[in-house]
């Protein structure tokens, strides 16, 4: 044995060393076979890859998840093919496996990066039972289009909670140790911009400048290096006219050269390629080529590498130096996760699918992730002591399979427990419940159901109306131009109201959805995303009173479509709209036109706000902020100032309340955002109880990239606000000075 052998075969070694040991061992063919990645989904013959297997061709399946298969795949490659190299096996693993959590947007809305946490490592337990070791999460794209159908998929518009919830995931998913039995490696996507597609339209053209790359759309991506994130993810969009599958820019300037990322780059499904059918190629050829020379490690369900990559290191045009550099990086994480020394999964070593610990994580999650939007008269919390009957109406109340949402390969629609039975598990024999589905699907029209529904809302007290979007209406390639409830629900929502009685509509979405049209019709709204499993007893708890509302809106919900890009960190503008410099179209003098109808940048026919904030969220309780403070009117660059206020509960019910910190940079180089959220806690009070609440801040946190693309902190005056949502005025200043050294 040579001393790379060795090396190769010392568990005390590093992974680096281990992997440049073997690299030494390896063809170039070989090599370009840990560089694809290969599709294993059900439905193949057993011995369907054996023989690319056993040549060493493939360095990772995908969309395998029989445990049995997987171990065999394992074998194939460890025990039968020339250098024994285990696969990653890959599987997209979005907000739970078995057990489903909210969709990542819902879990935003809980503004509590631990109950991320915690759902990414209960997911990262059951899809490692199934031989999974790696997943395509977490979605960091920063989504402020909700015609897109991924917003589901996101953390939402804000740069520091798409970061913060980001890189929760990332630890959640990878645990303490890769090499931990039960961890996987995570998987940041899509680099770089995707959410920002044209009109909200799936894999559209994406036109987004530098400074914004910089300060807004690169922004958790690095949080999720940092965070120790093993690969990332390439879009499928076009990014500025380079797609991001042959984007030197991004994936070596950026990623590799100034983040020193040293894990792995996959494409998307084939987009390498799609390089052709952007135009960017000619072949499939030269998209292997460009990718590969773009700094693309792996390629995704596609053959272009290996077809065509090592004709082109042999020709000259990729050295083979470059492609070494990608097996390294591709290998070093073969040897952090210890596949090299457990290839094969035992499913004994690990918990149960949808064990006590997973079912409590995804009932927290989902209560933490409702945001109470409206709640007129206090109408919630509902008493089931007070009440005899309720009606309970809609496509979504009952629905085991809608409720989890996108992107659910492997999630166990028979563990849902719906709002229905949930609310009647709750009030038991208290409270007489008559359901009425009214709707085959939320996009059916009016049918007879609807003098049904009519009937049990006037024979109730009070009416819990389940409306929304089931799970096929966002997603991939899952967009919408209209964002309205769809089918007949708002006709529902208007007969059930005709009834006269208490309406509470409680709404099931993947995305923000336009609710101007139904807002006056109905009490109160809770908006519960796609909240999974354990969605139902959350839901009952929340409309019964159990537990009262935290969550807070992770993205700003425009009153109609046309206001789309509508988010809480704009610009200001030469021009900004304000109550009195805006017109409505109805007030427009017909027999007098005016000729100016307040010049300020707003639409005629609709309001120049937001239908709900970004952070907005009630609670059954009421909180006050007092007392703000800084501790210092100016700061020397480089310095910390603590930013603090007195937060009461004046209600009579023990709450939670995210609080929430936003700064203004009111003159600088390049224009700042209105408001940034720079940071945010939970706190739970009880009735009548005041706490201080405390956020620090360094001048690095008030950083913005420049002109240049250079990070910079500019001296001068800011504003400062806490509270409850972004629409916040509690607000203070201070002064970022020049140091005196
Ligand atoms: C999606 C990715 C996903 C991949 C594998 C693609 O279509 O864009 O997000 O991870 O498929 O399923």
Not at 20 to 48: C, F, N, W
Not at 546 to 561: D, Y
Not at 615 to 644: C, D, K, Q, W
Request: with cysteine; hydrophobic share 40%.
């Amino acid at each position: 044995m040579n001393t790379s052998e060795l090396q190769l075969l010392d568990m005390k070694a590093s992974p680096d060393d281990r992997a440049r040991a073997l690299l030494g061992q390896m063809t170039l063919t070989e090599k370009i076979g840990q560089m694809s990645q290969v599709e294993a989904g059900h439905g193949h013959p057993p011995d369907y890859l054996g023989e690319r297997l056993r040549a060493g061709l493939i360095g990772s399946v995908i969309n395998n998840v029989n445990v049995e298969t997987v171990n065999e795949l394992q074998r194939i490659a460890v025990e039968e093919s020339r250098l024994g190299i285990p696969l990653l096996v890959g599987r997209d693993v979005i907000h739970g496996f078995k057990t489903i959590f909210p969709i990542p947007l819902g879990q935003a809305a809980t503004w509590n990066p631990s109950i991320a946490k915690e759902g990414a490592r209960v997911a990262a337990l059951e899809a490692a039972r199934s031989g999974v070791n790696w997943t395509f999460a977490p979605m960091v794209d920063i989504s402020r289009d909700p015609r897109w159908g991924r917003i589901a998929e996101s953390f939402g518009e804000c740069v520091l909670l798409t970061s913060s919830m980001g890189a929760a995931m990332v630890e959640g998913f990878q645990g303490e140790s890769l090499a931990d039995t039960g961890s996987i490696a995570a998987c940041a996507k899509h680099f770089a911009g995707y959410g920002a597609v044209e009109s909200g339209r799936d894999y559209a053209t994406t036109n987004v400048p530098d400074t914004k790359l910089r300060n807004v759309y690169f922004r958790p991506f690095h949080a999720a290096v940092d965070a120790g994130v093993s690969t990332l993810m390439t879009s499928f969009s076009d990014l500025n006219g380079v797609p991001a599958t042959g984007n030197s820019y991004i994936l070596e300037d950026v990623l590799r050269g100034e983040w020193s990322f040293d894990g792995f780059v996959v494409s998307d499904w084939d987009s390498v390629r799609q390089l052709q059918i952007h135009g960017l190629t000619e072949d499939d050829r030269e998209s292997a080529l460009v990718a590969a020379t773009a700094g693309v490690d792996m390629e995704m369900a596609g053959d272009a590498y290996s077809n065509h990559l090592q004709l082109h290191v042999e020709e000259g045009s990729v050295s083979e130096a470059h492609i070494d550099a990608a097996v390294m990086r591709i290998l070093r994480i073969k040897f952090e996760l210890g596949l090299f020394e457990n290839p094969y999964t035992d499913p004994g070593q690990l918990p149960a699918f949808a064990d006590k610990r997973a079912m409590k994580a995804a009932r927290d999650s989902a209560l933490q992730s409702v945001v109470l939007l409206k709640n007129q008269n206090g109408i919630l919390p509902l008493s089931e002591k007070k009440l005899d009957s309720i009606a309970v109406i809609g496509p979504l109340a009952d629905a085991p399979y809608e409720q989890l949402g996108t992107w659910i390969f492997d999630g166990d629609e028979s563990l849902s427990v719906t709002p229905l039975r949930a609310i009647r598990d709750l009030v038991g024999s208290e409270v007489d419940i008559q359901y009425v589905r009214a709707m085959e699907n939320s996009r059916s029209r009016f049918n007879e159901e609807f003098y049904a529904a009519v009937y049990a809302a006037r024979a109730a007290d009070a009416v819990l109306l389940f409306l929304g979007e089931e799970s096929i209406l966002s997603g991939e390639a899952h967009s919408r131009a209209d964002i309205n409830l769809p089918g007949d629900q708002v006709e529902l929502v208007r007969r059930v109201r005709s009834a006269g009685k208490p309406v509470v509509a409680v709404i099931l979405a993947g995305r923000p959805l336009t609710l101007s049209n139904i807002i006056e019709e109905v009490d109160a709204i809770l908006y519960a995303w796609h909240p999974g499993t354990m969605g139902g007893p959350a839901i009952a708890d929340l409309v019964f009173g159990r537990e009262v509302p935290s969550g807070k809106l992770p993205v700003t919900f425009p009153r109609l479509v046309g206001q789309i890009p509508i988010y809480y960190s704009q610009k200001n503008g030469g021009k900004p709209p304000s109550a009195d410099n805006v017109v409505h179209i109805d007030d427009i003098d017909t027999f007098a036109p005016q000729t100016s109808l307040g010049m300020s940048a707003f639409h005629l026919d609709t309001c120049y706000t937001p239908l709900f904030p970004f952070g907005h969220g009630l609670s059954y309780t009421t909180f006050e902020y007092n007392n703000m403070r800084v501790s210092e009117a100016e700061i020397p660059l480089g310095g910390t100032i603590a930013i603090s206020t007195e937060l009461t509960n004046c209600g009579d019910s023990e709450a939670e309340e995210v609080v929430q910190l936003y700064t203004r940079d009111l003159v600088a180089s390049i224009t700042r955002p209105v408001k940034e959220l720079k940071g945010f806690t939970r706190v739970r009070l009880s009735p009548g109880e005041s706490k201080t609440v405390t956020f620090e801040l360094h001048t690095s946190d008030l950083a913005f990239f420049g002109r240049d693309g250079k990070r910079t902190v500019e001296p001068g005056l800011f504003h400062v606000w806490i509270g409850g949502s972004s629409d916040t005025d509690h607000r203070a200043e201070f002064r970022i000075i020049q140091s005196q050294d």
